[in-house]
């Protein structure tokens, strides 16, 4: 019995460990997948703004892909990426495998920007990028309320505005935070 309280203290103690690892974890340094299955972080997009969206097909927010791509053709020449990260968490809304989900993105709304794996946007299986993102101690914590939430991370890395799913992405707020932050050096 004393053995199973301390294996479960020591489990829990290290968990709370790589919870507070992973929150500690600059963004940069968090490991992704593409879309293609390579691995890869946002160190490839240092000194960029980034617009990180968890993205979905299926749902009814799917149209902001337009403006999505319409923002990161307008303002990639001045540093901005647009990130999307596809998730199946909310009403199952992406589905598709990665291929379909490329396949989907290009023909119906002829995205460039980069895309990555799936992945979980909220716990259980939550993945670190995320966890960064939303921990207790990121600026803008709690869990992502739906498909299309968007966080806008500055050239230093760090995350300096968070819009909800139903902000549109060339809404005024967003495109002022846009480029605000682009022309910060």
């Known amino acids: 019995m004393k053995r199973s309280l301390v294996t479960r203290f020591l489990t829990a103690a290290a968990t709370v460990t790589s919870l507070t690892m992973i929150a500690a974890t600059p963004l940069q340094e968090v490991k992704l997948k593409d879309i293609d299955g390579k691995d890869t972080s946002l160190k490839a997009y240092s000194g960029k703004v980034l617009l990180v969206v968890n993205v979905a097909s299926q749902c009814g927010l799917t149209p902001q892909y337009k403006q999505l791509e319409a923002m990161y053709k307008k303002y990639k020449g001045q540093g901005l990426e647009v990130l999307g990260f596809p998730c199946n968490q909310f009403g199952a809304q992406e589905p598709g495998t990665a291929d379909e989900i490329k396949t989907f993105c290009s023909t119906k709304y002829s995205v460039s920007f980069p895309l990555f794996a799936k992945l979980n946007v909220n716990p259980p299986e939550q993945h670190p990028l995320y966890s960064v993102l939303t921990g207790k101690d990121a600026a803008f ?24 799913p139903r902000t549109q992405p060339d809404a005024p707020e967003v495109v002022s935070a846009i480029e605000s932050a682009l022309k910060a050096k």
């Open 141 to 164: 914590p709690g869990p992502i309320e739906w498909n299309f939430g968007k966080f806008l991370v500055g050239r230093d890395g760090k995350v300096i505005h968070r819009f909800s």
